[in-house]
Every structure is written in C-alpha cells, then in structure tokens.
C-alpha cells in the first residue's frame, strides 16, 4: 500500500490544499477559522437584532432608551481604539497595543456608566422590552469586546505579526458590529 | 525518507482515549455517546408506547424508580410528556446531529481529504467534553425536583418561559434544559469551524474540491448550516433564559392568566421564539439528514462498482438543499396565523426542495442502474436510506401546503412524517456508515449476516410502526397527548395504537441485534484488510485501524476523482485516488 502513497507527482498538479501539514495549524487556518467564528457571531446578532426589529413593530409605545453624550463618546472611544489596533498591527508595536487595550477597557467602563445612567431613570433589564434588548445587545458586544481585551493581552504577550493581524481582524469587526448595533438602536 | 512520525501518539491512557485530539479517537468517542444517547433515547419512546396502548397499566417497577412520576403506580400525563420531551431532545440533538456529523465527520473527513487530523485538534476535544458536559446537564433534569421538562424538544413558550406556575418541570428542569442546548449550540458551532476550516485548508495535494468524496461535500455543507444556524438558536435560547431568570418578556405577551394567576409580564411574542428556533430548527434537520445523504452516495458507488452517476449535479444539489434550508422555516408555522402571502411563499420555497431531493434520489437510481450490485449489509442500510427519504420526503409535500397542514399540524401525521423523514432516514445512514467503515475503524468485519437480519427487521418493524401513524393522523388523532381513549372519535383507533406499540417493542428489541454485532464484532469479527470493499477514497490507502498519524510521514497525493469504479482498461474494478494517471494530461 505504501508504493501508492510515495509516489511523487508526475505531473502538474494544481497548487491545493497546504500538503495535509499537521498542527499546530497553518496560519491560513487560523485565519479561516477566525473568519467563520465571526460570521457565526454575525448570526447571532442578526438573528437577536431581527428580534428586536420585530418586536419594535408589536410595541407602539416602544422608544425608552434615548441616545445620551456617554454613548457617543464611547463610541469614539472604540473608533479611536480601531486607529490604534492598526498602528499596533502595521508596526508590530507594543505600545499602540496597550493603548488599544486601554481604550477597550475605557470603553467597557463607559458601557457600565450607560448602564448605570439607566438604571438610574429607573429603566432595568425587566423594565420594557426597548430596555431589555439594550442591556442585552450592548451586554453581549461587551462580553466580545472583554474576549477582545484578552485577545489583545495574548498578542501583546507573543507580538507576532499574524498573531496581531488575526487580533485587529476581531477587533474592527467588534468596532463595526457595534456602529451596526447603534444604527439598529437609534436610527 | 523514513523518518519519526511529526507527532507520536501520546502515551498515557488519559491522554490517549479520554482528552485525546486525536480525531479518530474524538470520533468513536461522539459514535459512543450517540450509542448511549440512542439506547436511552429508545427506551424513553417504548416507555411512551406503552402509555399510549395501555393508559391505565399499571408498572410497579418504574414506579419505584419515578416515584412522583408514577403516582399509584400508572404514569401520569405530566411524566408522558417530560418522556416526549427527554425523548425528543437526546435523539435529535444527541443522537442525530452528534453521530452522522461530528461522529463519522471527525472520523473519516480528515482522512478522506489527506490530512493527518483537524485544523484545530484541541478545539476538536474540547467540543467533544461539551457536548458531553451538555449531555449531563440535560440528563441531571430526571433527578430534581419538579422532574424534566415538559414543553417538548422545541419548548414553545409561553409555557416553556413562565416558570414553576406552568407545571411540574417547567421550574429548574426546563431551566436547565436551556443551558443543555446553549452548551450543545457553543460545542456544534465549534465542531462546526472545525470541519470547514479542516476542508478548506488542510486538503492534500492533488485534492481539488471536485476531487472531494461525496461525504466530505455533505458534511462540509452540513457543517456551514450548522455554523449560521446554531447562533440564531443560541441567541433565541439567551432571550428565553432572560425571561425565565430575569423577568424579562420578550416571548410573554400581557394579560396572561396561568393557573389562576396573573402574569405580570407583557408586551411579548410567543411567535417570535418560534421564528427564531425555526430559523434554526429547519436547518437542523437538514445537518441531521446531509450526512446521511453524503455517506448512502458513497455506498451505493461502491457497492454498484460505477462512479456515482452526475457528480456535478450531486455537490450541487447538496448545496441548494443547505442553502434552501434557510428560507423555508415558516413552514412550521403556517398554524400560527401567519398573512396568506407569506404562507404561499414559504410553501413554495418548501416544494422547491423536492428539486434537489428528486435529483439526488434520480442519481443514487441511476448509479444502482446496470450496476455489478453487491449486496452488503451496508448497501442495504443505504438503500433503506432512499426508501424512508422518499417514503418521508412525500408527505412533505403533502404537509408543505399551508391548507393541508392546517389539518395535519399537530397530529400523528406530522410525527409519522418527520421520524421517517429525519429520524430513521439518518438512522439508517447511522447503520450503513458503521458497517461500512468498522473495518477501517477497528481492523475487523462486522457481521454481514447479523447485520442483514437486524436490517431486515427493522425495516418492516419502522414501516409498520410509521404508516399506520400517518391514518392515526389523518383520523386527527393530535401529537403530545398521553392518551386518546377519552375521546369517542379516537375510541376504534385503539387498537392501531396498540398495533404500533408491538410495532415499536419489537423493532426496539431487535436493536439488540445490532449492539451485540458492534460489541461482538470489535473482539471476533473477521480481520478486515486496509480496503476490504474495494473501495477508492483516501481512508482505504492505509492500514486498518489507521495509525496514529494517518498517512505516516508522507502526505497522499491525489490524481483522480473520488468515484473511479469500473474505469475502462484498468487492471481492477476500482482505481484508488492516488494511483498516478498514466497519460499526460489530467
């Protein structure tokens, strides 16, 4: 049986697949991998925010959570972090990392402010369902961001070129996903 | 150019069989927790069948084990419907999604694409202990207080979100129940990511797409369902547990009066949690029923000694049944009280998947056609695959319909339709992949003559449980009923459901049949040789059970299409994959 695997290629093949190489697994992998757990995040969003369109179309008295400074300025907060996440990547720098990780952190801190800003007019997880989907939508894009934060933490740590092009990928789709996010709460 | 292997196998008991990232061993692992998942899966269905033929029987035994669940020794209509739900649950999501898939998948498809294992082996056992983890918890619900569940597989609200008001199990146990299936969905997603970057990325040399069997096809598109439909549950599973836990009230709607007091909740949508578990739900049975469709392609090639008849047409139509599986799930619905419009458009995106289906059976008839059949026990399983896909697959035209389906939602017909369709079609993929591939997973045979006895029983037993089950549907007998002898126009059905009941014990039993094979067959089968079929995908170029590290130091390469049976000229019937091409030109 051996004869039929050793023999080398006698003609021209296409250039496919990466030879069966074994783990670890080929960058390429990672970043496949890395893009299809994105588009199964994206699912879970689209299939949550559907939820929240429908239900806004039930509700008459829906509008509860208003647009408030706090949020924008986290928002350019996360902007800004996406500018920095870039300068890390293209200059493989740990310092524009840490900055990055510092405005994640900043930007969590602003969401629990949001949240304490609400719970302050009274608007809880179980009070009104506009209310319910913010804590749960913003609740669950922070809980990615927090995965980001220790993304950052583990490139800082290796500083490796695909190690941090895999992270800056994560991290601006957290930054898109949230400007989505936004657009599906206050447009 | 022999040199050590890149990664010998570990050493240690634990690492080797328990947390190995060895994807054969990861593999056998899922076909066991499926085996134990479908014997207890069975054995809660015949526990329902004799509610259901013998109302008033009396079991002291169960009675001892199920005291609340039993009171004065008969089973009450609560604990019949915890069974259904337990029952349904285990089997589609730990039997049926577990075994074809991630059970054969992570077993055969690296091999079959070249590589010497997945592209993320550790994600691989993790999602493994997950789904096992998610196993447990579901199980722990018999042993609390209150008991399982009771608001079936698919937990409908408002039921399955109010709580202990709703019913004995719909406190922790239906609780519980949503945190089995968001760590199932979080296993499945990895599992997932894990096939499709594994088919991606790590092919062989050689391995062009076109050059991909058949099953890697099926389980590679299985895997992409999987990978956008599991999120959307997951998500839907989040808002259910909010409302549970929370008080939130996204499925409850206002003004609810349960067991005499007033749910404070409002302004919820019960339908939204059905459009959001359909969105997943009609994707799943897809991921159940695409291996099995993938593997019966792959036997009925072999075993009829010709390529599989239009190739081409096959990956297509894996395809357009995958992706149409995401736009039909208002079929669930039509009783909902959904706009005429809509229904007629999910009833026609729904009759278009009878397109791909009939193309694929037209091809698995063509490829039987003018063929050198040899009649093993797997050819047999695989053929019973196309009989109960097609047997099933018409009266889901039938129930495709909103009109007609206004009549059958709910009754014994859509039950008869979806276990023919989903359950015991993937079943018997099940039974041929294990035939068909226990000699290159265990070095031996199992038995042919025990595996066509079991077939045959449980082929005629499946069919004279499932087609009387469609009269009993017709006659509007309704699903999720513990008995039926309180109504006068179901009173002369009786006896049919007793018919089925026998039907079902001894197709049951003779499931005995088949573990005795597996368990007999692992210690005193027949030495199997590296390709006993005379088969020519990668799997059967090395040995038999395959070594740790697949192809050893050097990578397969591949020169030929996945299905060379029979080719004009060449010294045998069948043409490996890597058997260089002797003419210039590809």
Known sequence: MASTIAAPPRIALPPQGNGGRPDPAPHSANRTGLILALASVSMMFIGLTSAYVVSQGLNPLWKQVHMRPLIWIDTAVLLFSSYTMERARRHISARWLIATLLLGIAFLAGQIGVFAQLAQEGLYLNTGRQASFYYLLTGLHGLHILAGIFALAWAGLRLRRSTLDLTAIYWHFMDALWLYLLAVIFV | ?586
């Not at chain 2, 008969?74 to 419907?81: G, R």
């Not at chain 2, 722990?140 to 039921?159: C, M, N, V």
């Not at chain 2, 389906?405 to 339709?417: I, L, P, S, W």
């Open chain 2, 1 to 586: 150019m022999q040199h050590t292997a890149v990664h010998a196998a570990p050493r240690s008991f634990i690492r080797r069989y328990i947390f190995s990232t060895d994807h054969k061993v990861i593999g056998i692992q899922y076909i066991l927790l499926g085996l134990f998942s479908a014997i207890l899966g069975t054995t809660l269905s015949m526990m329902m069948r004799m509610r259901l033929a013998w109302p008033n029987l009396a079991t002291p035994f169960l009675a001892h084990l199920f005291p609340t669940g039993f009171p004065g020794g008969v089973m009450s209509p609560e604990f019949y419907l915890s069974l259904l739900t337990l029952h349904g649950t285990i089997m589609v999501f730990f039997l049926l999604t577990t075994v074809p898939l991630s059970g054969f998948g992570n077993y055969i498809l690296p091999i079959q694409l070249g590589a010497r294992d997945m592209a993320f082996p550790v994600l691989n056992m993790l999602s493994f202990w997950a789904t096992f983890a998610g196993l447990m918890v579901l199980l722990s619900t018999l042993f609390i207080q209150g008991g399982p569940p009771i608001s079936g597989w698919t937990a409908y609200p408002p039921l399955s979100a109010l709580g202990q008001i709703a019913g004995p199990g719909e406190g922790k146990g239906q609780t519980i129940w949503i945190i089995s299936i968001a760590i199932f969905c979080l296993a499945s997603l990895l599992t997932a990511l894990n096939f499709i970057t594994t088919t991606l990325n790590m092919r062989t040399r050689g391995m062009s797409l076109m050059r991909m069997p058949l099953t890697v096809w099926a389980w590679f598109t299985a895997a992409t369902v999987a990978l956008l439909a599991f999120p959307v549950l997951l998500g839907g599973a989040i808002l259910l547990l909010l409302d549970r836990l929370a008080g939130t009230s996204f499925f409850l709607a206002a003004g609810m009066v349960v067991s005499g007091k007033l749910v404070p909740n409002s302004g919820g949508s019960p339908i939204l949690w059905q459009h959001l578990f359909w969105f997943f739900g009609h994707p799943e049975v897809y991921i159940i029923i695409l291996p099995g469709m993938g593997i019966t392609s792959h036997i009925i090639s072999t075993f009829s000694r010709k390529p599989i008849f239009a190739y081409r047409a096959m990956v297509i139509a894996t395809f357009s049944i995958g992706f149409i599986g995401f736009i039909v799930w208002g079929h669930h619905m039509f009783a909902s009280g959904m706009s005429p419009l809509a229904g007629m458009v999910f009833s026609v995106l729904t009759l278009t998947v009878g397109v791909p289906s009939a193309i694929k059976v037209f091809n698995w008839l063509a490829t039987l056609w003018g063929g050198q059949i040899r009649c093993t026990a797997s050819m047999m399983y695989a053929l019973g695959f196309v009989s109960f896909f097609v047997s099933g697959g018409v009266t889901g035209l039938l129930l495709a319909q909103p009109a007609i389906d206004v009549y059958f939602h709910d009754t014994y017909f859509v039950v008869a339709h979806f276990h023919m369709i989903m359950g015991l079609a993937a079943v018997f993929g099940i039974f041929a992949a294990l035939q068909f591939w226990f000699p290159k997973m265990f070095g031996r045979y199992m038995s042919e003559g025990l595996g066509k006895l079991h077939f045959w029983i449980t082929i005629i037993g499946v069919y004279s449980i499932f087609i009387p089950m469609h009269f009993l549907g017709m006659a509007g007998a309704p699903r999720r009923y513990a008995q039926f002898t309180e109504f006068t126009y179901l009173a002369k059905l009786q006896p049919l459901a007793v018919h089925i009941s026998w039907a079902a014990f001894i197709t049951g039993a003779a499931q005995l049949i088949l573990l005795f094979n597996i368990f007999w067959s692992m210690r005193f089968g027949k030495k199997a040789p590296a390709n006993p079929w005379q088969a020519t995908t990668l799997e059967w170029v090395i040995p038999s059970p395959p070594p740790h590290d697949n192809f050893g130091d050097v990578d397969p390469v591949v020169y030929r299409g996945p299905y060379e049976f029979s080719v004009p000229g060449a010294p045998e019937d069948f043409t490996l994959q890597t058997e260089p091409t002797t003419g210039g030109a590809d």
